[in-house]
């Protein structure tokens, strides 16, 4: 079995690059034929180039070309990334290979995805966000901030301003979504899907190819087992993640000031004022790099997660419950499913202050109920740990399933 995996950027800008880059040495090291394929440049460093073939096209993202009408065009259908992978799969054989697909977006465009679907070859999509169906890859109206009920592609859908930059922008932006599901075949010819949250498979599902497979892969956590924390000697109640509205940040410090807690945030984005404003004790971070990220989880009572987004897990808060850290989680969104509601952590009602600040004041007040949280997060996350180890495996097994 040969393995093609696919990113627009051939290093770590975000979490689906990150999963998809952490496996490639994993499954070289299991012995398959590994290739990564990606548009944007530099290469991780991590990468074992005696293992892994790795080829990029060396083109811009679209917040990265200096020419915003390339990359308006390019960004709609790439034909020179299309030859290009096109030139690479030419060298494999269907019959034996997987080509694995996480982002195409930010630089690839769908037009990677046709060629690989026209040469007959069996694919696989990581759902890593909801592009697959939606032209600005939330569900999500970022100008109302909220979670929007329209049908993907519809045609209220064409006419509604949801984007947060402009209506242009949103315009350009489901242009490429009908020449995704017209001419790249996404997601109507597509028929195996990597899922990585019940709450993002439910929200995805009625719009995919209704015969469609799914594969639960879950993303791997990079922590190393240790002792728990203990969560009742901390009075913090911690925030990582982009500082942006829809994330949840400022209204979390609002919370925050009305239930008198202890609020930190690690992360960087437009909302720093504005929580300084809602509640000038917040303590602002700023960004951490991993082991910074999991110091300070570590020092922390629990960590909230307030997105107003669907999202498609919330990986924070399974890696809070890696250190035995309980979460505060909204019932809008994916990373409700890392905790076990009044086991291992709360839920609040999305979007009510009141009701997240009575469950801060809960576990503030009481500091044996944030122990035993923590205690039973840590415990029901290492009987099953997300490692890379059990990722690969799952890829694996997942492969040659969609082979057979």
Not at 194 to 205: G, N, P
Not at 355 to 374: E, H, P, T
Request: proline share 4%; net charge neutral; aromatic share 10%.
């Amino acid at each position: 079995m040969r393995i093609i995996v696919v990113n627009d950027h051939g290093s770590v800008t975000g979490g689906a690059a990150q999963v998809a880059i952490a496996s490639l040495n994993a499954l070289a090291e299991s012995g398959f034929e590994v290739t990564f394929v990606s548009s944007v440049g530099p290469i991780d460093k991590g990468i074992n180039n005696q293992r892994v073939r790795v080829i990029n096209f060396g083109f811009d993202d679209l917040m990265g070309n200096p020419s915003r009408i390339n990359a308006a065009f390019h960004g709609l259908w790439d034909f020179r990334c299309a030859r290009k992978f096109g030139a690479v799969l030419d060298e494999y054989s269907p019959e034996d290979t997987v080509v694995h697909f996480h982002t195409w977006v930010k630089s690839l465009t769908s037009s990677v995805i046709f060629e690989a679907l026209k040469r007959g070859f069996k694919i696989v999509v990581t759902l890593h966000d909801y592009f697959s169906i939606c032209p600005n890859g939330g569900l999500f109206n970022y100008a109302d901030n909220e979670h929007c009920l329209i049908k993907p592609m519809s045609v209220r859908c064409a006419l509604v301003n949801c984007d947060s930059r402009s209506r242009a922008e949103k315009t350009w932006r489901f242009a490429r979504h009908l020449a995704q599901y017209e001419m790249g075949g996404v997601p109507k010819r597509i028929d195996n899907f990597i899922t990585v949250s019940d709450y993002s498979e439910r929200l995805l599902k009625p719009y995919l190819h209704p015969n469609a497979r799914f594969f639960r892969v879950r993303n791997p956590i990079d922590i190393v087992k240790s002792a728990p924390s203990n969560a009742s000697h901390s009075n913090i109640f911690l925030f990582v993640g982009r500082l942006s509205p829809e994330k949840g940040a400022t209204f979390f410090a609002r919370a925050a000031k009305q239930a008198n807690v202890r609020a930190a945030f690690v992360g960087q984005g437009v909302e720093s004022e504005a929580i300084l404003k809602a509640n000038p004790e917040s303590v602002l971070l700023g960004w951490n790099d991993r082991s910074g990220v999991v110091s300070h989880m570590r020092a922390s009572r629990a960590l909230v997660f307030p997105s107003i987004l669907h999202e498609t897990q919330g990986l924070a808060v399974v890696e809070a419950a890696a250190l035995g850290i309980p979460a505060i989680v909204s019932d809008g969104c994916a990373a409700q499913d890392g905790i076990i509601a009044n086991v291992t952590g709360l839920l609040f009602k999305s979007g009510d202050v009141e009701d997240l600040a009575r469950k801060l004041v809960l576990l503030n007040d009481n500091s044996d109920l944030a122990r035993q949280f923590g205690k039973a997060a840590y415990e029901n996350y290492w009987k099953a740990p997300s490692t890379i180890d059990t990722h690969v495996q799952d890829l694996i097994k997942c492969y040659q399933e969609i082979l057979k």
